[in-house]
């Protein structure tokens, strides 16, 4: 391709090329800024991924087993 049909191309994308980048700005800013503020409130909860599991000693399986 020449130079001059290089050119003119840039010339005819850059504004397209402007407003996708302005747009997609835009998007992800209002993604963060709301975001938080509509997520359900249980969702906000935290659970407590340290929280101990325990069962009966006499179990089912808490049998000895042999290998």
Do not use: H
């Not at 850059?14 to 997609?24: I, T």
């Not at 975001?35 to 991924?49: C, E, F, I, Y």
Request: hydrophobic fraction near 55%; glycine fraction near 2%.
């Amino acid at each position: 391709m020449s130079e001059l049909a290089v050119n003119t191309m840039n010339q005819v994308l850059k504004p397209y090329l402007l407003l996708a980048c302005v747009a997609f700005f835009v998007g992800f800013v209002s993604y963060l800024a709301l975001g938080s503020a509509l997520a359900p409130a249980q969702a906000q909860v935290q659970d407590d991924w340290q929280a101990s599991i325990s069962v009966p000693v006499d179990a089912p399986l808490a049998r000895a087993k042999q290998i």
